[in-house]
């Protein structure tokens, strides 16, 4: 397999080009790009994790164990399962919006499931750009890895296939060829984009190879760094932050993740992310903006305000939970009613099967009131500024498993 990449300098800013792609006997394939507006202006942007692939592939699984000859023994290779038709409805619906450019916030074709359940990657990972590629060849998608990208025996970290695919700005830092282009930012207009590799610091288990603690700490130095930065410059209004595994769930059975909030929150709160935008759960959430946890075992979120008409980033974080990319395994039907949250806090020593098995608290989740689409204007909770909740108090229950069977996330 070979992935071509072509750098294009001297461009001009706020300016649309033209292009094309080809090679010795192949039609051309054209697109056009616009490039950012250089200092404060207006612009839009989309963003969602969890996409998939839209299963175009799923007729050719057809030969079984038992077809007879010739067909039987051949392998047939196709992509996961892991997609729905909204998979490549969401590509119409960027197209639609028209954004200068879309963030995916990690999951985006679970290459590694397909690896894991004996489906081929590569195909996986082909079908993703032939779906996307009708809107990623007229604007950039700009990635961050989740949990679905790793493929075990793709090099130590198994995101190889990843780091191929996209050629992403270095990090200040990335002198690490095995961690290049896991973490980077980028400015358009005022604003400072950061991507994150939540695999280094989330407690949960969820990948092909459990990554936890694999930058020794290179990741945090940078991201503070990067924040330092960001603040200091007089060009930079807002900071936003993508990343696939949340700080908060109101999701009955998948949950925020203990590892992201100890390493990123208080960074997040000493450095004023304005806007945090998070995949791996299959659902629309939207929080209070936040700053501060309580001193709980969950290390809650504190929102700062309880109005849900206007959110005010430079008091609090806001993050949003936007997985629903298209993955066929939708939780946006299994929130808690009240505002309370899932956290994952700790993880099996060895794997069962596949996986660590998880450990969860529930929490009381004041941050939560205006979490979905359909219910956007929640009635918030009465409390906005309350006492800590002790580890043993009503807010914490006892350590639960899923109460329904896992899937990927
Ligand atoms: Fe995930």
């Known amino acids: 397999m070979y992935v071509h990449h072509a750098r294009i300098t001297g461009l001009r800013p706020d300016t649309t080009y033209l292009y094309s792609a080809g090679h010795d006997g192949a ?18 942007f989309t963003s969602f994790g969890d996409q998939g692939t839209p299963n175009l592939r799923r007729s050719l699984k057809w030969p079984t164990e038992d077809t007879p000859p010739p067909l039987g023994p051949f392998r047939l290779y196709t992509s996961t399962q892991g997609g729905t038709e909204a998979s490549a409805d969401i590509v119409a619906a960027v197209e639609r919006v028209g954004p200068l450019f879309n963030l995916i916030n990690g999951d985006l074709c679970y290459a590694g499931v397909a690896g894991a359940i004996g489906e081929d990657r590569v195909a996986t990972w082909a079908d ?57 930012a980028f400015t358009v207009g005022g ?49 936003v932050v993508f990343m696939h595994h949340p700080m908060i769930s109101s999701h009955r059975s998948g949950g925020g993740d203990l590892g992201v909030r100890q390493e990123w929150g208080p960074l997040f709160d000493a450095y004023g992310v304005d806007l945090v935008l998070c995949g791996h759960e299959h659902y629309y959430e939207r929080s209070l903006p936040l700053r501060g946890t309580l001193p709980n075992e969950t290390r809650t979120p504190i929102p ?38 899932r956290v994952v806090v700790d ?63």
């Open 304 to 341: 700062v305000s309880t109005g849900t008409d206007v959110a005010d980033t430079g008091k609090g974080t806001v993050h949003m939970v936007i997985g629903g990319g298209g993955n066929f395994a939708t939780t946006q039907d299994d929130l808690f009613e009240e505002p309370k949250g």
């Open 27 to 44: 039609a051309q394939e054209t697109g056009s790009f616009t490039t950012a507006p250089r200092g404060r202006a207006a612009f839009t």
């Open 128 to 184: 993703w750009f032939i779906n996307n590629s009708r809107s990623a060849r007229l604007r950039p998608w700009m990635p961050c890895v989740g949990n679905g990208e790793t493929e075990k025996g793709n090099g130590p970290l198994g995101v190889t296939g990843y780091q191929t695919y996209f050629a992403l700005p270095d990090a200040t830092t990335a002198t690490d060829e095995e961690t290049r282009g896991l973490w980077y």
């Open 191 to 239: 604003v400072r984009f950061i991507s994150l590799a939540n695999d280094d610091v989330a407690i949960v288990d969820s990948g092909d190879i459990y990554l936890r603690g694999y930058s020794g700490g290179a990741q945090r130095r940078w991201l503070e760094r990067e924040l330092q930065a960001a603040r200091a410059s007089t060009a930079v209004d807002w900071i």
């Open 347 to 409: 993880v099996g020593k060895v794997p069962e099967g596949r996986h660590r098995k998880a450990f969860y608290l529930t929490e009381d989740a004041p941050g939560a009131p205006s979490r979905t689409a359909s219910t956007p204007m929640a009635s918030p909770p009465s409390t906005s500024t309350r006492a800590p909740v002790a580890p043993d108090a009503p807010g914490c229950t006892s350590r639960t498993t899923p109460s329904t069977a896992p899937t990927e996330s």
